[in-house]
């Protein structure tokens, strides 16, 4: 099915890990973008792409880098991971159809550090 | 400046009733103001959206009305239904960008 699939939808890392949040798209789409989604923070733009190529930092960047692998595929990338970083991760791409800008978002990854 | 303020942070409405979530925003450069429904467990999917240039967006029992002049939009959502119960977030984006999405509100239809 079309869509955005992350994987894993599950992880628990101990504090200082690494570990690699992966996102691919198979709709076409230019941009993609990762958020993290807080309780009562709502969702915050980590970083983004809006071609292949190219990424920008967004709201909460710190502790975070990201690759752009191709059209279809946007990684997220914990060096050291945080307790702090402990949250949900959603991946969504997006494309302007109709006048609506379309973001599909994936169904995320529960990250828990400890 | 970049922040859409969003409230209640939950709500509980009878079923068939009418559900009310407001947002507000400062950006007058926002050209695109979203909403997304969010069920536990799953990734936000887009639910209704306005631009600034329309007073009011009906789709179904979900209708957005839009306030340029008080930079305030609100969802309503008539004849509410248990299986209405998730989250909801506003956003607001520009030029085709990034979208910046409000803190949410969970809402709880009683059956």
């Known amino acids: 099915n079309a869509g955005v699939t992350q994987t894993p939808k599950f992880q628990v890392l101990k504090t200082g890990q690494s570990m690699t949040l992966q996102c691919a798209q198979d709709?076409?789409?230019?941009?993609m973008y990762w958020y993290r989604q807080d309780p009562g923070m709502g969702l915050r733009l980590i970083y983004y792409?809006?071609?292949?190529?190219?990424?920008d930092k967004g709201e909460v960047p710190n502790g975070y880098n990201v690759s752009r692998l191709n059209k279809r595929e946007f990684s997220l990338r914990l060096e050291s991971a945080a307790p702090s970083q402990t949250s949900v991760y959603f991946c969504?791409?997006?494309?302007?159809?109709?006048?609506?800008?379309?973001?599909?978002f994936g169904s995320g990854t529960r990250l828990t550090v400890v | 400046q970049q922040q859409v303020k969003q409230s209640p942070q939950s709500l509980i409405v009878q079923k068939g009733g009418i559900s009310i979530i407001n947002c507000a925003y400062e950006?007058?450069?926002?050209?695109?103001f979203p909403w997304y429904q969010q069920f536990p467990g799953k990734g936000p999917a887009l639910l209704i959206a306005?631009?600034?240039?329309?007073s009011e967006k009906k789709e179904g029992r979900f209708t957005i009305s839009f306030n340029k002049s008080a930079k305030q939009f609100s969802l309503h959502i008539m004849d509410s239904q248990p299986g209405d119960s998730a989250t909801y977030f506003c956003a607001a984006s520009w030029g085709g960008d990034k979208i910046i999405f409000g803190k949410g509100t969970r809402l709880h239809i009683l059956p």
């Open positions: 792409s809006a071609s292949e190529g190219t990424t």
């Open positions: 950006n007058t450069a926002f050209d695109y």
């Open positions: 306005i631009r600034p240039d329309v």
């Open positions: 969504a791409s997006s494309v302007l159809r109709g006048g609506n800008y379309g973001y599909t």
């Open positions: 709709m076409n789409h230019n941009s």
